[in-house]
């Protein structure tokens, strides 16, 4: 039978028929597992907070309406706003971690949700109102519950991954630095991705590409590309052609448009200095962003609600001692109480930055000098103020208007800007974001004054790197880090 199959077009035929159905109908259900797979590990923390919340509340006797419905809910929108505990730092596999790194990520996520709910309860007094061994019950039981949720539906993931039936071949078309980092990150992650490597094909011998053959396995030129593709069964076909090479890129889309491989094309911006940097579709045309505010869609709103609710809690609680330091102003030397000053804030746009005035001058022309260790001109009130950065908490109001944020780079001067844009390439990329009170230069120690422009680059490069890395568990970060550095800033004067 398998000689009459070898020996008949029409039965070869048949068989490599079958064979691609299979595949694809394999492709079809991994596809498909690991969609419902996301769609469970998203829902999860919201479903599992709210159903104990629930559950609890019947097991004590408590009933389940008024403030309880409007914590389950609020809980669950919060859960579905922050990203989920599957969440990886770039760079890292994606679909699998560590049992103890996602547990860990789990606990921080739901400490966060609760000092959110917290803030909220102690705004609003409605934290009284609440049954206190329902309330401490859940708090205590649902990470117990999402991290056994989690584990289960990730032991799930790690079946499906590691199944060899479900293992999708890929090769490349073009052996370049771009190709073949990509596909030394697929080989790292292992079977975790779901990808195999068969190898790479380039117009260049192996001796032209100068890579050696551990890290790239050249299995022929462009022209054998298709059908290799058809002969070995291959599932994906990574395009890294440069940009230069279109026409060539046009004619292998034509070629293996007689296979069902799917295709995906690299582009060489790997060059480029990349802020935020992903694929998306503008009027049915895909585009890739090189440069972009950490802060599209849903991911602005959590940045904006968090500032909201933590510059509020923060007002709140500091009330007393802004009096206090209002009243040490006015009795330190003649002047405003209020010092506002001109600044750049989201988009390059000019902003009005208030803080308690802590020197004899209000400084805010075409000439600005920046402060200087036991520089004259601070007063005695205003030098106690800088040294805690006490003289920034009418900032705080600043927030609230939507002009500046708790953590972001550090607004300067115009007159300041409109000399360091001038010596330093990028500076202008940091006003992608609302300016912050604190940001990832200032706990890293680049504050006080910028007599160097090498200061001043140095800064710039944390404000860049802030942007590239953000995350609402990056600003947390910078916060609690701020807290400590203020109590023993060397720089602050």
């Known amino acids: 039978m398998l000689a009459s199959a070898g020996s008949d077009p029409g039965a070869y035929r048949l068989a490599e028929d079958s064979k691609r159905m299979t595949s694809e109908a394999l492709s079809f259900t991994r596809s498909f597992s690991i969609a419902l797979l996301s769609l469970l590990e998203a829902v999860a923390p919201p479903a599992v907070s709210a159903g104990l919340l629930f559950g609890l509340c ?105 199944d060899p039936a479900m293992v ?55 022209p054998d590309l298709a059908s290799f593709v058809k002969r070995r069964g291959i599932d994906v076909v990574f395009v890294a052609l440069p940009v230069r090479h279109i026409q060539r890129v046009m004619q292998l889309l034509d070629e293996l448009r007689d296979t069902t491989v799917s295709i995906y094309y690299v582009p060489d911006i790997f060059a480029f200095d990349l802020i935020q ?71 390059g746009r000019e902003i009005t930055v208030w803080k308690f005035r802590s020197m004899m001058v209000v400084e805010d022309g075409e000439q600005v000098v920046q402060a200087k260790r036991q520089d004259p001109r601070i007063t005695r009130a205003g030098r106690f103020m800088r040294r805690y950065s006490l003289d920034e908490l009418p900032q705080l109001f600043n927030v609230l208007q939507g002009r500046m944020s708790l953590v972001g780079p550090r607004p300067h001067a115009v007159a300041h800007n409109e000399q360091y844009r001038k010596l330093i390439k990028g500076y202008m990329v940091r006003h992608k974001v609302p300016p912050g009170m604190t940001g990832l230069a200032q706990v890293n120690g680049c504050r006080g004054e910028t007599s160097r422009i090498e200061e001043m680059q140095a800064r710039v490069n944390y404000d860049l790197e802030y942007l590239r890395r953000w995350t609402p568990l990056l600003d947390l970060k910078i916060l609690l880090l701020t807290a400590v550095r203020v109590l023993r800033d060397e720089k602050a004067y």
């Open 58 to 162: 019947n097991a004590y006797g408590t009933e389940f309406r008024g403030f309880f419905i409007v914590l389950a809910i609020l809980v669950a929108a919060l859960s579905t706003l922050l990203p989920p505990p599957r969440s990886r730092p770039p760079g890292t596999p994606q679909l699998l971690s560590p049992s103890w790194p996602l547990a860990g990520r789990i606990l921080v996520r739901w400490m966060i949700i609760i000092g959110i709910l917290l803030a909220i309860g102690f705004v609003t007094k409605y934290s009284a109102d609440f049954s206190r061994k329902v309330v401490v019950s859940w708090i205590v039981a649902t990470p117990a519950s999402l991290i056994l949720v989690m584990l289960c539906l990730q032991e799930l993931r790690r079946r499906l991954m590691y």
């Open 168 to 222: 999708r071949r890929v090769a490349f078309a073009g052996c370049n630095e771009i190709s073949v980092a990509l596909a030394r990150r697929i080989g790292e992650s292992g079977e975790l991705t779901g990808l195999k490597v068969e190898g790479f094909f380039d117009d260049r011998n192996a001796e032209r590409l100068g890579v050696p053959g551990e890290r790239a396995r050249l299995l022929g030129r462009l």
């Open 277 to 347: 940097a992903r694929s998306g579709e503008l009027f049915g045309i895909p585009v890739v962003a090189l440069c972009e505010t950490p802060f599209c869609g849903y991911r602005g709103v959590i940045k904006r609600f968090t500032d909201i609710v933590f510059a509020a809690s923060i007002l709140i609680v500091t009330a007393p001692l802004m009096l206090a330091l209002v009243v040490m102003v006015r009795l330190s030397s003649p002047g405003p109480i209020i010092f506002p000053q001109r600044r750049y804030g989201l988009d």
